[in-house]
């Protein structure tokens, strides 16, 4: 009989005292107790079984949970007579930063402080005991929503010397979701005032803390040193890339597979691995992500789980705010293309919005890219899950010491993610939109010329799309990625393609109607250059001589589509002036 499915469960005593669906990832507990690190903080993408993780920490080490065999007999930790020994034999303490997602300083300090406020009154027990004294009890009174800084940030600290010495030994310190305060101070501005607060809070808790045996910390990203944990020299930080604990966190594919064979769903294992596979841990490739994975096999459809679970409010801004540069190649990845980029995995958000390598390590450990091989014979190269799939790489090569990662989106739902991204950008605009979808397809120049200049004057300041040309071409892509995300929602009706071959070069963007009855179009793109062109007019018609002297449209006459429904047209872009032509 298989086993139940309960979505959105996090809490390990839920799952195995109600038989439901779950892959035993127990050997965690061994391996983070074998390496004996002092402070281990791992970063995995979100929903990747973090929070599941802490808490089955805690229930197996927790003195709460002394005597619960039930919760691990049978699973892989049990097989060991060492950890068997070890079960509910030490004081923890639990505390997760998940909900701590404020829109200013002031409420979110307020929130921090109801959340430590409550471990205390978890351990009231405490002033009763007779172990403090008359100005400790002061203090645990006055742990509270409204305490100042000083009794906040020694909050942990102090628990831990009272638990310690209540139980006799050492304390463990459990932290879910350290950065998710840390990534609302960013996007709302108050981040400075609230790594004053934070930092503090770690130093004493995690630094000078002599009660303390060890603490495990989860997060996204790995928050730079100099940030937050400039006095954390005993910090053991594992991120996507490290070898430990690489195959404890989301699904392997062996894992993957037994799940579908047990739902009866053997014969689905090739689209579910096009859609979930792609992320890799360390040296193991092939992980999927969880919660897709625990969707589909309750509900047995293919969909956007995962990139569905978030607002994706940062990853949005940043690459909407971004550098013409940036946007290029963000439009190569969703072409199916790879990025060659050094990283940094201590993320700098203070960088973001000037250093687009900060942006390209913020998306690879939210799980948006992979790290892929450079071997042309890699068996992890991307899989075709974009419409418009090129073989060629769009490759950003560094003249550097540090090395370089080939880095590609993930699956396809990460892909469908983005292109919902691009397409929100122009949801305020909802009706010039379909207008100016109405006027591609009624052959509207006029109104096609309208819509593009109104949207330049108020979405091109968000892009810095420049005013000069350069010898990479890369204002002109700029506007070939703007001009694709306009008409995205033709796809159904049109096969959108770009950067294709067909006569003697590469058009720009391509419309092949999937209807007998709809026109076909070739789009190409020009930047005015003073030094070639006289007015903007000289720009478009540039742009249309291009096609015909190129034959553009040698590949949809092949295709059997007479010249009479071709269009062609030239846009010519200058700065927020915009003009387009249309070949007559």
Known sequence: MTRKIGLGHQDFETLITNNLFYIDKTKFIQEWWENADSVTLITRPRRFGKTLTLSMTEKFFSLSYAGRDDLFRGLSVWNDEKYRQLQGTWPVISLSFANIKEADFITARRKLCQLLSNLYSQNHFLLKSGILDDREKKFFSGV??????????????????FLSRYYGKKVLILLDEYDTPMQEAFVHGYWDRFMVFIRSLFNAAFKTNPFMERALMTGITRVSRESVFSDLNNLSVITTTSAEYADCFGFTEEEVFCALDEYGLSDRKNEVKEWYDGFTF???????????????LRSKKLSCYWTNTSSNELISRIIQAGSPQLKIHFEDLLQGRYLETVLDEQIVFSQLAQNETAVWSLLLACGYLKVVKTAESDPYAPRNFAADLSEEGADMLFFTDMPYYKLSLTNREVFF??????????????????????????????????????????????????????CANEPERFYHGFVLGLIVDLNGRYVITSNRESGYGRYDIMLEPLRA????????????????????????????????RQNYTAYLTARKIPENRIRKYGF??????VLIKKFS
């Open 144 to 161: 509270s929503v409204d305490m100042d800084d000083t009794t906040a940030t020694m909050s942990i600290y102090q628990l831990s010397l």
């Open 517 to 548: 009855e709809d026109f076909a179009a070739v789009i190409e793109f020009k930047v005015f250059d003073p030094d070639e062109d006289k007015t903007l007019e000289d720009t478009a018609q540039n742009a249309l001589d291009q096609i015909e």
């Open 572 to 577: 010519a872009f200058k700065g927020k002036k």
């Open 417 to 470: 993610m983005f292109r919902s991204i691009v397409h929100a950008w122009f949801a305020e605009r909802e009706p010039d939109y379909n207008l100016f979808i109405r006027a591609l397809l009624r052959d509207d120049v006029k109104a096609m010329n309208i819509y593009m200049n109104s949207t330049a004057l108020t979405t091109f300041s968000f892009f810095d799309s420049g005013n000069r040309p350069s």
């Open 282 to 296: 360390g040296d193991i490739p092939d992980i999927y992500n969880p919660w897709s994975i625990i969707n589909y």
